[in-house]
């Protein structure tokens, strides 16, 4: 068997990632390899394959029982025998998988840093033929990286220990060329391959916002996004514990986690985020690092983390499947106080003499300074961030948050719209807010305000009194947002000077207000969102006709993972569903072409996923079928003279849709033809006697033109039952008569 066969038949790949095959040829040619690959570029088969290619036991060091217990779970669904020994197996479980380590069970076995040196496991590796020793998360060997774990420096003296030394490779997806230096000499790696396939992960959106009250602005986000999962990093327990509760309290499924925890808590929490029985981790930075969960569909920073290496490493664990995912980090000058407590009052250094730890003092200030910079640049995030790893890039991205903001405020081509009526309730209501508070607010409450949001800050302050809450509830929120970006470019809303997103009414707003100044807005046809899915050149969902095999391939998952009593996404990825989902296979064969999919898998449950595929094709037949029976259109309507003398006219008017049929009910019983208020209205719209328009709600409208009102065609207010008012365009007695005389004349509308 060898490299692409395995890469095949138990992965289920088709070809390479970037950089793979080189560092599996550099291992299996017996040579030390240091590969720095970007979280999701696939690490862990640089690894996995090799050691189903030599001869031989792997050794995989590993940082975190969660992510050796997701790993070997993992392989374990692919048919690969492998075991992992940590503190979470008791001491007689400990000493099963060493005895089956010893009859040849495994290809590869997980170990904590602090097990290699301990006299039992010394003894276990004395006996063994260790072809491999992999390091994952490799950052962990230097005291100049972010998660700096001291027993990661044992390494050197076991491979010391051992018979004959075996490969060295070591993993990880963030390292500063100086920690990268670190990792090479401690490690002691002889002539490694060195591969660096860059840091950028282009399915990431990256943004940085100042909100006033960021639990709103949270609310708000994740309201939008129910459907995913997602992290939410503090920066401190507290902030873990109060942000949890309001996000509990607001009806979302969140959860917690923090070093404050006792384990079993800490473990049945992160147990309850991998199954997806909690959508939201809220939690410290003591969660997540080598998390293998492949559906985080966003990553928010309640508050700013002390460097830009913890900040990558955490917003990378979002997108790890390659579809489209949010890493927006929530600034505020409060964190960077909150930051610098937390460095000069860390007891990691404790055991460090005093000269090493002013040195480490100095490296993390200058850091923080770095952070900081990141969160008040005007240029390129993603160009800010490749620039800290000394990665080449494009000066602009074109899709991170400040990109994506000069591209809207430069586009020379677009609609112009009137949006002064929007524009004058938008501008009450922040004056009214002033006046109320004598500061102005955040944009994300504005929204909400204006929006008519229950939400219980909201409430609790009593804006919800204001004339002005709710008055634009039928427009989206993203809209709203539109619109107060207009505003302020415009000068009718400014933002104070200082450290908050406050926004206050100008001079010149009260032109809009009391003297009917007229606000256009050109903007871009493209909205933001899909724009952002467009240039991350992620594939997203599957295509509308899909969706519903997408969401069916979900479910059946989930019943699966359950019945495994392994996380969902150690069954399939969300990448390997949604290439399901357009393969549509209906045998094994087909099956098996699919990205992600191998012989194991495709063993297990294979006739699983072919009976919801045959399901789903038989449904769609089904409906095929009901559409070819359905009757051919009907043809125009073609009244006579006679049958037109049998019309009531209507002197208060009636809608285009009563109008047609009522005309349709002047044929007899047994005539073809009918009208629809929908053809009536096109054929005014042709003849120039309507016209269209964009609504406040951003849908096109139809109204009478001067020569339609001419014509007796009016846009008229109506009152629903719920006291709701409406507008909708009406037939005056004089129109009817006029399309009436216009219909005995032989007009046909089709």
């Keep these: 068997m060898d490299k692409r066969t395995v890469l095949r038949e138990r992965f ?7 950089g793979q095959e080189a560092l599996i040829d550099a291992i299996l040619s017996g040579r030390d390899a240091f590969g720095v690959m970007p979280t999701g570029g696939g690490k862990s088969l640089c690894y996995q394959i090799p050691a189903l290619l030599l001869e031989g036991l792997t050794l995989v060091v590993s940082p975190l029982i969660s992510l050796m217990k997701d790993q070997v779970a993992a392989l374990k669904e692919a048919g690969i025998p492998a075991a992992f020994l940590n503190s979470s197996l008791t001491a007689a479980q400990q000493r099963e998988v060493l005895r089956r380590a010893e009859l040849g069970a495994y290809r590869l076995i997980y170990v904590a840093p602090e097990r290699l040196l301990t006299d039992s496991f010394l003894e276990f590796a004395a006996g063994q033929t260790i072809s491999l020793l992999a390091v994952d998360e490799a950052h962990c060997v230097s005291q100049w990286g972010q998660d700096f774990r001291p027993n990661y420096r044992d390494i050197p003296a076991f491979v010391r220990r051992l018979s004959r030394r075996p490969v060295i490779a070591a993993f990880t997806a963030t390292a500063t060329a100086e920690v990268g230096e670190d990792v090479v000499r401690l490690l002691e790696l002889r002539d490694p391959l060195r591969l660096v396939t860059g840091f950028d992960r282009p399915n990431l959106y990256f943004d940085v916002r100042r ?14 996004h129910r459907d995913k999962s997602g992290i939410v990093y503090c920066a401190t327990r507290k902030t873990v514990e109060q942000v949890c509760e309001k996000l509990r309290s607001a009806g979302f499924a969140a959860t917690r986690y923090h070093a404050g925890l006792d384990d079993a808590e800490r473990r049945e929490n992160q147990e309850d985020f991998a199954y997806d029985r909690a959508s939201v981790m809220v939690a410290t930075n003591a969660f997540g690092m080598g998390i293998d969960k492949s559906n985080v569909s966003f990553v928010i920073h309640y508050n700013m983390p002390k460097n830009i290496e913890s900040y990558y490493q955490e917003a990378g664990r979002a997108g790890r499947d390659g579809a489209p995912a949010d890493c927006v980090l929530l600034f505020s000058p409060g964190d960077v106080i909150t930051a610098e407590f937390l460095i000069q009052n860390g007891n990691e250094r404790e055991q460090l003499d005093e000269a090493l730890r002013v040195r480490l003092l100095i490296r993390d200030m200058k850091r923080l300074r770095q952070m900081q910079d990141y969160c008040k640049t005007d240029g390129c995030y993603r160009a800010a961030l490749l620039d800290y790893f000394g990665e080449a890039h494009a000066p602009n991205c074109g899709c991170c948050g400040n990109c994506l903001q000069r591209e809207e405020e430069s586009a020379e081509e677009g609609e112009e719209e009137d949006i002064t009526l929007a524009a004058q309730k938008i501008l009450s209501c922040v004056r009214r807010v002033e006046r109320k508070n004598g500061v102005g607010l955040g944009e994300t409450m504005i929204v909400l305000i204006l929006a008519g949001s229950r939400d219980k800050t909201l409430l609790a302050r009593e804006y919800d009194l204001l004339p002005t809450y709710g008055i634009m509830r039928d427009t989206k929120r993203t809209l709203l947002h539109d619109y107060l970006r207009a505003l302020v470019k415009q000068g009718y809303l400014r933002r104070p000077p200082g450290d908050y997103d406050v926004l206050i009414t100008t001079e010149q707003a009260e032109s809009v207000l009391f003297r009917q100044e007229r606000v256009l807005w050109r903007h871009a046809v493209q909205k933001e969102q899909s724009t952002r899915q467009q240039k991350a050149g992620a594939s997203g969902k599957p295509e509308a006709a899909d969706q519903a095999l997408f969401d069916r391939l979900r479910s059946l998952r989930s019943e699966l993972a359950r019945q495994a009593g392994v996380p969902a996404y150690v069954i399939f990825h969300d990448a390997t569903l949604l290439n399901m989902a357009n393969a549509k296979p209906a045998s094994e064969a087909e099956l098996l072409a699919v990205s992600g999919v191998g012989e194991q898998k495709a063993k297990k449950y294979g006739q699983a996923v072919l009976a919801v595929t045959a399901e789903w ?15 051919e259109p009907q043809p125009p309507l073609r009244l006579t003279p006679e049958q037109l003398s049998r019309y009531v006219f209507q002197p208060e008017g009636v809608s285009m849709t009563a109008f047609a049929r009522a005309l349709t009910a002047l044929k007899d019983e047994n005539e073809p033809g009918a009208l629809t208020g929908r053809q009536l209205s096109d054929r005014l719209l042709a003849e120039g006697l309507l016209t269209e328009e964009t609504a406040e709600t951003g849908r096109l409208r139809r109204r009478p033109t001067p020569a339609g009102e001419a014509a007796g065609i009016l846009m008229t207010e109506r009152v629903k039952e719920d006291g709701e008012v409406y507008s909708m365009v009406t037939l005056t007695e004089e129109a009817q008569r006029q399309l009436i005389a216009r219909l005995s004349e032989g007009l046909v509308i089709e």
């Design 12 to 18: 289920g790949f088709r070809s390479f990632r970037e």
């Design 617 to 631: 094709r038989q449904a769609q037949q089904a409906k095929k079928s009901s559409k070819a029976k359905k009757k």
């Design 211 to 224: 909100e006033r009250d960021k639990t709103a602005w949270l609310k708000t986000y994740l309201e939008g």
